[in-house]
């Protein structure tokens, strides 16, 4: 099946890797509102495999679905970037409940409840609830994040050296620690979905039968779990 050139057989490839497209669709869906359509991501993802199997080299060393779940990947992530996938209410709303979250975590000395939240908002829990769900494309790091008021870009604010590479800036020993701590504080609930979806692989359906809860009320809680951490992590 494999050669130098890459894949001899790209049909017995789409029918062998398709439920691995299928597979990081469903879990890219947890980070995404609910507007977008699964079977975008997987046509774009199915292009990425294709392009994959056309690129890969067995000479290269690594395993092909380690290099295909990659190339799926970035086919997909890159169709969310042309859909401009995350509108900005999206991200007003989601901003609202971090400030919400800051206020009563320091009035309160511990995590808020969704329904003190709720009340922080001056909405009923079922309106909260469904902010949450609609804002289900939250995510710890925006793009806005490293954009200041004005044209000035995040890496000419700050004087990286030459070779300084900016994921390693991102992923700063201090950073990672106030991460771990942010993740630890979290109500048990929520620390032990973000294991199950991002550590253990589930997906939202997956996580919802452990938890004894439906996918959308994972949805809210992933939402909500995400506000936490960006919440905790001001300033980092």
């Known amino acids: 099946m494999y050669t130098a050139s890459g894949l001899s057989d790209k049909e017995q490839c789409i029918k062998e890797y398709a439920p691995l497209v299928k597979r990081i669709a469903h879990h890219l869906m947890v980070r995404l509102p609910s507007s977008i359509v699964v079977d975008d991501l997987i046509q774009a993802g199915m292009m990425g495999l294709l392009e994959a199997a056309g690129r890969y080299d067995e000479l290269r060393g690594a395993q092909f679905e380690t290099y295909a779940s990659q190339r799926i990947r970035g086919s997909m992530l890159d169709e969310l970037r042309q859909a401009d996938w995350m509108p900005r209410s999206l991200r007003r709303d989601m901003r609202r409940i971090e400030a919400a979250i800051s206020k009563l975590q320091q009035r309160l000395g511990k995590p808020p409840s969704e329904t003190e939240l709720a009340q922080e908002l001056g909405m009923p829990l079922t309106e909260y609830q469904h ?66 979806h991002y550590e253990q692989d589930m997906n939202l359906r997956e996580i919802g039968e452990v938890m004894g809860v439906s996918e959308s009320r994972v949805c809210q809680l992933h939402s909500q779990a995400v506000a936490r951490l960006r919440s905790s992590l001001k300033g980092h």
């Open 131 to 196: 902010m949450l769900f609609t804002s289900r494309g939250a995510q710890l790091v925006y793009y806005e994040d490293f954009h200041s008021e004005g044209e000035e870009d995040f890496f000419e604010r700050y004087d990286f050296d030459s070779d300084a590479n900016p994921l390693e800036v991102l992923q700063d020993e201090r950073f990672r620690g106030a991460l771990i701590k942010a993740i630890g504080n979290l109500p048990e609930r929520e620390r032990l979905l973000m294991g199950m």
